[in-house]
């Protein structure tokens, strides 16, 4: 009923950028947090950024200042600016919507996610 997916994933060379989108569809997409996680080989999916139906967003320390999340509620998308890419970024990139206040909620599956290779 819910359903969200990521696209823009691809290889990057270290320093460079990318940005990945999110397409949602069988939601009120502009009444909830839009929230970008991703999973490394090998690690725990992880919190990247959120934003919040009020436009408050958060960053993990990992990427934070290098990475940007915006939203579009007319289009339902969501945006991950992604600058200044280490080797260590690297992972499989997933978006999802939750409460504004519950991190740990989401509302959709995970899906297959995106690709987001950062090497030389």
């Known amino acids: 009923q819910v359903q969200l997916v990521a696209s823009g994933g691809g290889l990057v060379q270290p320093g460079g950028s990318l940005r990945l989108s999110c397409a949602a569809s069988g939601t009120i997409f502009g009444s909830n947090a839009m929230r970008w996680y991703r999973q490394a080989p090998g690690k725990q999916r992880e919190l990247v950024a959120g934003i919040t139906s009020g436009g408050s967003t958060k960053y993990a320390d990992s990427v934070n200042g290098r990475f940007t999340i915006s939203r579009d509620n007319a289009e339902k998308r969501g945006y991950l600016q992604m600058n200044s890419q280490k080797p260590e970024d690297t992972a499989v990139y997933y978006c999802?919507?939750?409460?504004?206040?519950?991190?740990?909620?989401?509302?959709?599956?995970w899906g297959q996610g995106t690709q987001v290779t950062v090497s030389s």
């Open positions: 999802n919507l939750g409460p504004d206040y519950f991190e740990n909620a989401v509302f959709a599956s």
